[in-house]
């Protein structure tokens, strides 16, 4: 974080020497001679740098890169088989390609609906506590800078990072399927993965400010990691588990016949079970990469009745998901200020 | 004396005369024998007879035998033992049968008709009585003129056509039926659009009409004709079309698809075409529609729709409110109790916009919520 220091010194104009200006990447010294960086730029693009380089990085983004690969190479091995004639997804074959698996490995969704947590809360949970353990946060808040910048920095650099990954490994995916099956996305597909990607980057970040909270409320790094880890497996494990107990506890075996109870009592279930994140995940995914999907809910056979199976167009597919992708945003924006309120009222000693 | 002298010379040659006619017909003693020497016959007949030649001498006879005073146009032949004679040989008491053929020809006036069998002196005078007046013309019947059928129907007509001129004749074939209407010749089963018929011959030939599509009900006269240079026949067929129902419904371009947004409704065009050639009477629509859905008719029915016209009803589709998106099926019916017509329409619900504004409005005011911690907290 010395770094860091320094450079906001050395974009302030202040002391600016040689060997200051030297820490700058070289582009963006060719690129803004004359002109004096913004010291929020200077913070992402340090937080950034050193999060590439990072072990914990290399390793998380190693294990989300073979995961993936991994399931590609089942989804171009199954993808013949999956496509049926007089299938109404048909036209979707691209989208199979991050859907379809033969049941050895998990598909890409899956993969990333059960990786993205555990990329957000390792990038995220060691945020704050380990500059103020370190010492380095009092002496980056010595800086003539808004207390904010450091907080609103970490998060920005991490979600770049975070973009940048999924997007690279996204259209990785497509690039190889292109090349392995010769069919090229449709625009509609192409926009269907792009959205896709968003939204993981949406679910990602989510638990990153979850992850950066946990850094500020506590002091030791190994305790916001674990308590990160200890919620992500509770949503992941033990909250079906406990679904399921309700719902067997409060179901009455006297009125299982009637169907209206039963929708009832799907309803609460589902409703439940969309506290969890990854479920609004997986939901969310489920519908924009199978366009067939036409309802998250339990349907009525009256519903069905008259229907065509067909795909769904891409904005009544977004529409469908629109509350799932609200509550993520919604969730991960309130993770972000129950981060920063605590962090601005903060009193921070050096030591 | 020389008076008297006169009169014995004169009957001395009588007597002579009658002395040699006796001689003659005792000499000779041959016979001409038909049962039927005048017959009443129409124009065109052939006439068989039977002449029986009887020597009724002692001596073997050679007898000529020619028909003489023919009318004009007839023709004869004079036949014994499949052979033309012109001579017969008689034994005593013998007998030979001629057998003669008279044609008469069409071309022929009203009247009695005679014509003479001469065998040596013998005279045999027939007398044939044509009993009306002959024709010089071509004979073109049908049995059956009239029939009946729907607008889909083809109608096979059976009709003789006679040559009975005295010459060969070609006809031409040709009809004057109703813009539409498809007649096809068919004699010897071949089409075509002439025949060549040799004298006093026939040709069965048929005639295939059929109706054009659009026809309406109604009773409808096909002329047809033969012609030749110097001679025609006409005939009318009459085919009677009776009226068949049939209907379309559709829509103005075709389209059959439309969008709702689940709880709204659309106003569809539908046009219904009478496309039978009867009128409809008293159309009625129904669907078939998912459950909660609505459809209303405007108007409810049509009263009445001629052959040909077409009637527009606007069709009002409403989506059930919690209907989830994707696409529907809805089938519109057309009714009559003759003849029914449906449409399938394709129908994509959308969901309505509502939500997604909630959401949107909902992430904005987590956004506004950092907006003002960052005024609040983060200059300072």
Redesign the interface.
């Known amino acids: 974080m010395t770094d860091t220091v320094e450079q906001i010194q050395a974009s302030h104009g202040k002391g600016m020497t040689g060997r200051l200006r030297f820490v700058l990447f070289s582009g963006v010294r060719k690129k803004r001679e004359n002109h004096v960086v913004h010291p929020f730029r200077v913070i992402v693009e340090r937080e950034i740098g050193d999060q590439i380089r990072s072990w914990r990085f290399i390793i998380l983004i190693l294990i989300i890169a073979l995961t993936t690969l991994g399931s590609l190479y089942t989804a171009l091995t199954n993808i013949s088989e999956a496509i049926k004639p007089d299938d109404p997804a048909g036209s979707f074959i691209f989208l199979k390609l991050f859907t379809i698996s033969d049941g050895t490995l998990p598909s890409f969704i899956v993969f990333i609906s059960f990786l993205g947590p555990l990329l957000g809360i390792g990038l995220g949970f060691d945020a704050v506590n380990s500059e103020h353990n370190n010492g380095t946060l009092s002496r980056l808040l010595a800086q003539p800078i808004h207390r904010d910048y450091i907080i609103n920095a970490k998060f920005v650099g991490y979600l770049t990072v975070i973009s940048e990954m999924f997007f690279a490994l996204g259209f990785l995916v497509m690039g190889i399927g292109i090349i392995a099956t010769g069919i090229a996305p449709s625009p509609e597909e192409f926009l269907r993965i792009v959205l896709f990607l968003l939204l993981s980057i949406i679910y990602v970040a989510f638990w990153l400010n979850m992850s950066i909270w946990f850094s500020v409320r506590f002091r030791q790094p190994a305790t916001a990691a674990l308590t990160g880890i200890s919620v992500w497996i509770f949503f992941t494990v033990f909250y079906p588990l406990i679904v399921s107990l309700i719902m067997k506890g409060i179901s009455n075996p006297a009125w299982v016949s009637n169907p209206s109870y039963q929708i009832l009592l799907e309803k609460l279930k589902l409703g439940l079970m969309r506290f969890a994140p990854n479920v609004l995940f997986s939901e969310a995914t489920g519908t924009l990469l199978m366009p067939t999907v036409r309802s998250l809910g339990p349907l009525t056979m009256e519903q069905i009745a008259g229907t065509v199976p067909g795909p769904l167009p891409l904005g009544q597919s977004v529409l469908l998901i629109w509350p799932h992708v609200t509550a993520l945003i919604s969730g991960t924006v309130l993770f972000f200020v129950l981060a920063y309120v605590p962090f601005m009222r903060r009193e921070i000693r050096s030591r | 004396m020389s008076c008297s002298k006169k009169f014995v010379k004169r009957f001395i040659i009588s007597l002579i005369g009658f002395a040699l006619l006796n001689a003659s017909v005792s000499a000779q003693g041959v016979t001409l024998y038909t049962p039927y020497t005048k017959i009443a016959v129409p124009p065109g007949e052939t006439i068989n007879y039977t002449i029986d030649v009887i020597n009724h001498g002692n001596a073997r006879k050679n007898v000529d035998i020619r028909v003489s005073a023919m009318p004009q146009g007839w023709t004869y032949d004079l036949k014994s033992g499949g052979w033309n004679v012109k001579q017969l040989s008689l034994l005593p008491g013998g007998k030979k049968t001629l057998s003669l053929k008279v044609n008469v020809p069409y071309k022929v006036k009203k009247g009695t008709f005679r014509f003479k069998v001469i065998a040596g002196s013998q005279v045999l005078p027939l007398y044939v009585e044509v009993s009306r007046q002959g024709t010089y013309k071509t004979d073109f019947t049908c049995k059956q003129t009239n029939m009946e059928g729907t607008s889909k129907s083809g109608f096979t007509f059976s009709t003789e056509l006679k040559n009975l001129t005295g010459e060969k004749q070609r006809y031409a074939l040709q009809s004057a039926a109703p813009r539409g209407w498809s007649v096809i010749f068919k004699p010897n089963y071949k089409q075509a659009t002439s025949v060549e018929i040799e004298p006093n011959q026939k040709v069965n030939m048929t005639i295939e009409v059929k109706p054009p599509h659009s026809v309406q009900a109604g009773t409808y006269k096909i002329p047809v004709r033969v012609v030749t240079n110097n001679s025609s026949a006409a005939l009318t067929l009459e085919v009677v079309i009776t009226g068949n129902y049939d209907m379309e419904l559709t829509t103005p371009t075709g389209l059959l698809s439309t969008k709702i947004t689940a709880g709204d409704e659309r106003k569809v065009e539908l046009l219904v075409r009478n496309t039978g050639s009867a009128k409809l009477d008293n159309i009625q629509f129904l669907s078939?529609?998912?459950?909660?859905?609505e459809v209303t008719f405007d108007p409810k029915t049509v009263d009445e729709l001629g052959p040909g016209q077409t009637a527009e009803v606007y069709a009002t589709i409403k989506a059930y409110k919690?209907?989830?998106?994707?696409?529907?099926?809805?089938k519109i019916r057309a009714r009559t109790p003759e003849v029914s017509s449906s449409v399938t329409f394709?129908i994509?619900v959308?969901?309505p916009?509502l939500?997604?504004w909630?959401?949107?409005f909902?992430?904005l005011v987590?956004?506004g919520?950092?907006w003002y911690?960052?005024r609040k907290?983060?200059?300072?």
Do not use: E, Q
Request: charged share 20%; hydrophobic share 50%.
């Open positions: 078939t529609k998912p459950v909660n859905w919690k209907a989830v998106a994707g696409d529907y099926v809805a394709r994509t959308k969901t916009m939500m997604g909630l959401g949107i909902i992430i987590a956004l919520s950092v911690l960052f907290f983060g200059r300072r």
